[in-house]
């Protein structure tokens, strides 16, 4: 099905994405860094992802992200994938970390920290492209690995990360216990 889903790699008006070039293709989808107007519908997606967070949590948090390009001290970006007049299909948040598990302690490295298509749009291509661009925004800031995670019994995405060259470093539980 992914010839029904050519993809455009373009560059948001007005914001600078250093590393995401320009694909020609018929422009049913196309991939653009976030930018100011995105907030509610990128809020509402962000919930479907993590709903331990209100959808006006989601919507600050992604309206300070989207301003500042940072996330904390270091650079962020919100990738979205644009579906022709129906609005976002999806997004991936990626941002550089100092360090990530089973990655050269001496560089940076981007990290994926959230990758969301809706249900509808899946298995076309799109979170693909999404992670394409990620992997240009993150060589372009002098990366050389991108790094991910996902829950242990999230096996569609773990699937996903395998068919998109990702390795797996290793299999972790979390503890805690109240003081
Ligand atoms: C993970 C997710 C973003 C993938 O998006 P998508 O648009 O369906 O992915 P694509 O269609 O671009 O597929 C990318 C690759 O993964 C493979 N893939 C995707 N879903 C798969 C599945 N359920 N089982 C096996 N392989 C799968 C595809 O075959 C493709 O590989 P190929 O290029 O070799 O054919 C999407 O399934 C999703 O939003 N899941 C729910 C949220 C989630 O779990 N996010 C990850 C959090 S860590």
Same mark, same amino acid.
């Given at each position: ?9 373009? #560059? ?25 107007? +995105? #907030? ?78 809706? #249900? ?28 991910? +995670?996902?829950?242990? +019994? ?26």
């Amino acid at each position: 099905m992914k010839a029904l889903c050519t993809v455009q790699v373009e #560059e948001a008006k007005g914001t600078l994405v250093p590393g995401l070039g320009r694909i020609v293709a018929m422009p049913v989808t196309s991939i653009r860094a976030a930018r100011q107007g +995105d #907030e509610v519908e990128l809020a509402e997606l962000r919930a479907l992802l993590w709903s331990d967070e209100t959808v006006e949590q989601h919507g600050r948090e992604v309206q300070k992200l989207i301003r500042s390009g940072m996330s904390g001290t270091l650079p962020a970006v919100v990738l979205v994938a644009i579906a022709a007049s129906e609005g976002l299909a999806g997004f991936l948040e990626v941002g550089l970390r100092s360090h990530a598990d089973g990655c050269d302690v001496e560089q940076p490295v981007g990290y994926v920290e959230g990758w969301f298509v809706r #249900e509808e749009f899946r298995g076309r291509g799109i979170g693909k492209q999404l992670m394409k661009a990620a992997e240009d925004w993150s060589r372009a800031r002098g990366c050389r690995e991108i790094a991910s +995670d996902a829950l242990v +019994d999230n096996l569609e995405s773990r699937e996903a990360h395998s068919a998109l060259g990702f390795e797996v470093v290793d299999l972790c539980v979390h503890f805690r216990k109240g003081l």
